[in-house]
T-cell receptor, first 110, second 115 residues
Framework: TQLLEQSPQFLSIQEGENLTVYCNSS?????LQWYRQEPGEGPVLLVT?????EVKKLKRLTFQFGDARKDSSLHITAAQPGDTGLYLCAGQTGANNLFFGTGTRLTVIP | EAGVVQSPRYKIIEKKQPVAFWCNPISGHNTLYWYLQNLGQGPELLIR????????DSQLPKDRFSAERLKGVDSTLKIQPAELGDSAVYLC?????????????FGPGTRLTVL
């Protein structure tokens, strides 16, 4: 079982602050995805990173895939209350299955 | 385009009772997944279907869990008998064979409470 550890597990910040969420594993993945999940809903895909060292930006969100394709980070600039949710990383192996991380619950206080 | 549909959204049962969850994937998606998600944690794969064939059920507790995907469209996940530890959210997801990186689309889930 490929284990993806996310840190921090919980994060509560004020609106306008910056934050970074980390996703680490000892396994190599062919690609890595980030999802956000709101209460009572299923996870929604934010981004897929494929190449080691790749950086993708989605408005105020910046995603990076580690050079060795074992880890990833999500950085949010000027967080807003609408960013509140459970952030999940998920690594894909060649078998087409996704292995989800342990999750980071973010609360942005207005 | 309609998303992944799941029903019921909530289910409360007593232990040892049977329960079933239903999923209708996005039209045209040949791959269907059932996940279990405990509170505040990431989803864990139970079973993956390619059309009507279960290609990965290694994490499905087969003594009490069963699933089927007749005709390769809708799917049903059953638990019989349910145990207290089965309380969780059961998520269904689907993806298209044409998807480059296995982008999965999730339904809202069924929240099961076993008393």
């Amino acid at each position: 079982t490929q284990l993806l550890e996310q840190s921090p597990q919980f994060l509560s910040i004020q609106e306008g602050e910056n934050l970074t969420v980390y996703c680490n594993s000892s396994s190599v993945f062919s690609s890595l995805q980030w999802y956000r999940q709101e209460p009572g809903e299923g996870p929604v895909l934010l981004v897929t990173v494929v190449t080691g060292g790749e950086v993708k930006k989605l408005k105020r969100l910046t995603f990076q895939f580690g050079d060795a394709r074992k880890d990833s980070s999500l950085h949010i600039t000027a967080a807003q209350p609408g960013d509140t949710g459970l952030y999940l990383c998920a690594g894909q192996t060649g078998a087409n299955n996704l292995f989800f991380g342990t999750g980071t619950r973010l609360t942005v206080i207005p | 385009e309609a998303g992944v549909v799941q029903s019921p959204r909530y289910k409360i049962i007593e232990k040892k009772q049977p329960v079933a969850f239903w999923c209708n994937p996005i039209s045209g998606h040949n791959t269907l997944y059932w996940y279990l998600q405990n509170l505040g944690q990431g989803p864990e794969l139970l079973i993956r279907y390619e059309n009507e064939e279960a290609v990965d059920d290694s994490q499905l507790p087969k003594d009490r869990f069963s699933a089927e995907r007749l005709k390769g469209v809708d799917s049903t996940l059953k638990i019989q008998p349910a145990e207290l530890g089965d309380s969780a959210v059961y998520l269904c997801a689907s993806s298209s064979r044409g998807s480059s990186y296995n982008e999965q689309f999730f339904g809202p889930g069924t929240r099961l409470t076993v008393l």
